[in-house]
Nanobody, 122 residues
């Protein structure tokens, strides 16, 4: 059974950086995409970025383009989200998810991690 574990969250000042990790175990050829999503207090869950595991194609929400970078390391079975120039509005619980296609729509993903808290505040 596929399991996803996020790590790397924490408290950072505006303008700072964090790198989130999504470690996958039990991955199968039926799951080709990893997405990052976030949910802030009082807001709906939104897609942040996603990657096609095999091709490396990446996609980003407009709100994070130019600041966030998604990447994968097949040898480590891990997908990363490098977050630079962080803003207070980036504060949220960040989740990684696995699915069959790279999409920013969360309902297309089948497996989800437990989330990691990112807080951007001075």
């Amino acid at each position: 059974q596929l399991q996803l574990v996020e790590s790397g969250g924490g408290l950072v000042q505006p303008g700072g950086s964090l790198r989130l990790s999504c470690a996958a175990s039990g991955f199968t050829p039926d799951y080709y995409a990893i997405g990052w999503f976030r949910q802030a207090p009082g807001k709906e869950r939104e897609g942040v970025s996603c990657i096609s595991v095999n091709s490396g194609s990446t996609y980003y929400a407009d709100s994070v383009k130019g600041r966030f970078t998604i990447s994968r390391d097949h040898a480590k079975n891990t997908v990363y989200l490098q977050m630079n120039s962080l803003k207070p509005e980036d504060t949220a619980v960040y989740y990684c998810a696995a699915g069959q296609i790279a999409t920013m729509v969360g309902s297309w993903y089948d497996y989800w991690g437990q989330g990691t808290q990112v807080t951007v505040s001075s």
